[in-house]
């Protein structure tokens, strides 16, 4: 029997996930109503908000194919390509050891100016590179970007391999060299999905339907999570990071989609 249950839990995980969120926002919305909150009226746009996870539920379960009701169709919005709109950039640079003579090396940093150092959000690191970078270089880099976020790791063609937050790399405000040199270790011997528990492998593409992308925002694939959000890197067609999605601004601009329809067409 327990088993039963269990399987029937686990087949319909998402349905019951989402129906969940959906009862919560319509509780929500009848205290608001009952202590007359100003400015909110439970009328038919706000029961149309509360329905929109379910409604998502049972579109990713494919418990249906299609929805339309109250004038709305959302089915169209989330197998459309994922809006530019809802990718973050982030911006790049790329570090090199202060060896290679030919390349990026502390000179090049001392030499940024700060408007130039408060634009980097990411360092580009090549995987496979052995002698190449240095720990003591690195650690510079990570001390003066102020403004550092993620360290990308690309294959010897700048294809995306992995995206790791700094976090791993703080302990009190401060960057551990051994762990940095435990990094540097793990890209010369192609450890980093297995010796760097930080490693961010997953991703969305840039062409992936709104639906697509938000499954994956809600897979159990590995993600940068911060509170109350999870994102994952987008990637174009020559698999190159060019940002960000955040489910958050997934859940938000379907939101503001189904919105904007319901009151387009009461409007007519």
């Known amino acids: 029997m327990k088993k039963t249950l269990k399987n029937i839990l686990d087949k319909h995980k998402v349905l019951i996930v989402f129906s969940s969120i959906s009862l919560l926002l319509l509780i929500l919305f009848i205290t608001f109503q009952y202590f007359q909150f100003s400015g909110l009226e439970l009328d038919v746009k706000w029961l149309i908000v509360s329905g929109i996870p379910v409604l998502i539920g049972l579109l990713i379960g494919e418990y249906i194919k299609s929805f339309k009701g109250f004038g709305i169709e959302i089915e169209s919005s989330l197998k459309a390509e994922l809006p530019s709109n809802l990718i973050s950039p982030i911006s790049e640079e790329s570090i090199v050891d202060v060896n290679s003579v030919d390349k990026r090396s502390l000179e090049y940093l001392q030499n940024l100016n700060f408007e130039e150092i408060q634009k980097i959000s990411r360092l580009r690191f090549v995987f496979d590179k052995r002698d190449y970078y240095d720990t003591y270089v690195v650690r510079e880099y990570f001390q003066k970007l102020r403004n550092l976020k993620y360290l990308e790791v690309v294959d010897h063609e ?28 793990a890209l010369e011997n192609r450890t980093l999905s297995s010796s760097f528990s930080g490693a961010i492998v997953s991703f969305v593409k840039h062409d992936d339907s709104l639906l697509e992308a938000y499954k994956k925002l809600l897979s159990k694939t590995k993600k940068i999570e911060s509170i109350g959000d999870k994102k994952l890197p987008v990637l174009d067609s020559n698999h190159r990071l060019i940002g960000l999605l955040s489910k958050m601004k997934v859940e938000e601009f379907i939101s503001k989609e189904v919105l904007e329809n319901y009151n387009n067409k009461n409007v007519r």
């Open 158 to 185: 700048g294809k995306f391999k992995f995206l790791i937050p700094m976090t791993q790399f703080r302990t009190n405000n401060d960057f551990l060299p051994s762990k940095i040199e435990s990094f540097i270790r």
